[in-house]
């Protein structure tokens, strides 16, 4: 299984950026789909996960109402929209896949066995 990050870029303060995962190999349609960032000087922590199931993605409370993510199973494709930008946003943001095939959400970046490449994301204010 393999993880693509893509989207990531500049951003001035209050703009929007669309990442998108693309997955090759598993079964896509089984996986939660989560979203990590590292911020500068910081661990990694969950920002977003959707499950398989077609049920509500769950939102870290930092980005709530701020990020959206959605998937496409047809795609194979997990997007996170960062909606009005902060510079506090700045990360590198990865996707990862948990194949366990269960359908509640986890936010430990332990228990998602896949991950990107992480794709890098800069806002100035």
């Known amino acids: 299984v393999q993880l693509q990050a893509s989207g990531g870029g500049w951003a001035q303060a209050g703009d929007y950026l669309i990442l998108s995962c693309v997955v090759n190999?598993?079964?896509?349609?089984?996986?939660?789909m989560g979203w990590f960032r590292q911020c500068p000087g910081k661990e990694r922590e969950f920002v977003a996960a959707?499950?398989?199931?077609?049920?509500?993605?769950l939102y870290a409370d930092s980005v709530m109402g701020q990020f959206s993510l959605s998937r496409n199973n047809a795609k194979k494709t997990a997007y996170l929209q960062l909606n009005r930008l902060r510079p506090e946003d700045t990360a590198v943001y990865y996707c990862?896949?948990?194949?366990?095939?269960?359908?509640?959400?986890?936010?430990?970046?332990?228990?998602?066995?896949?991950w990107g490449q992480g794709t890098q994301v800069t806002v100035s204010s």
């Open positions: 990862g896949a948990d194949s366990s095939g269960n359908w509640y959400i986890r936010i430990r970046e332990d228990e998602y066995h896949y």
């Open positions: 190999g598993g079964t896509f349609d089984r996986f939660i």
């Open positions: 959707i499950p398989w199931s077609g049920g509500s993605p």
